[in-house]
């Protein structure tokens, strides 16, 4: 195994005990900590020879980046659609990153369970039928391409086409209507090969 890597291996707990220290510093003060910061650019180091080992970055970070950190969750902070973050998204985050599960559909682990678990809550809280289906994505950007992606698809459909077999050559013409799209449909309509136009 590489030095640095087993000597984190071994260092665990003092790596996890230094980020806990951090988020400490962070929380006890975001209620009074500005929303942003203007940070200015600077010279980018060069790549090292070695790498440092997570606690020297640790370090590195909270004497250089943290105190300039914009608080996305505190009460001030009216920037984007960001949620702020609480102590259970922290633990989830945290743990999420531990078991690091590849999401397949298949069932070979309980994260597929959760996920459903978690889905037919949601459900039940928004009084939503039964017979609705759903996944968690990374965020907005790809709710809306995965949104998109599902009704390219039933709109081939429709017209006897298969877009994921078959792909965009030669296939019906697809009309996307709004008002006033959010960027990031544009996006996603150029990442599905319909475009932005």
Known sequence: MNKVLQQDTQSLDSILSLTKEIADQYYTQKESLPPSRLFKD?????LPQ???GA???LRHFQKHYADEMANSA???YFGFVT????PASVAGDWLVSVYDQVMSGSNDSAAHFIERQAIHFLKQLFGLDTEYHGVF???ATMSNFVSLATARQWIGEQHGFD???EGLFGSPEIKVISASPHSSILK???MLGLGRK
């Open 163 to 165: 877009f994921s077999e």
């Open 55 to 57: 606690i020297d970055v």
């Open 188 to 190: 996603s309509l150029s």
């Open 50 to 52: 070695q790498g440092a």
């Open 137 to 139: 994505v990374t965020g």
């Open 74 to 76: 505190g009460p001030r």
């Open 42 to 46: 600077s010279t980018f180091p060069d």
């Open 83 to 86: 949620g702020g973050s609480t």
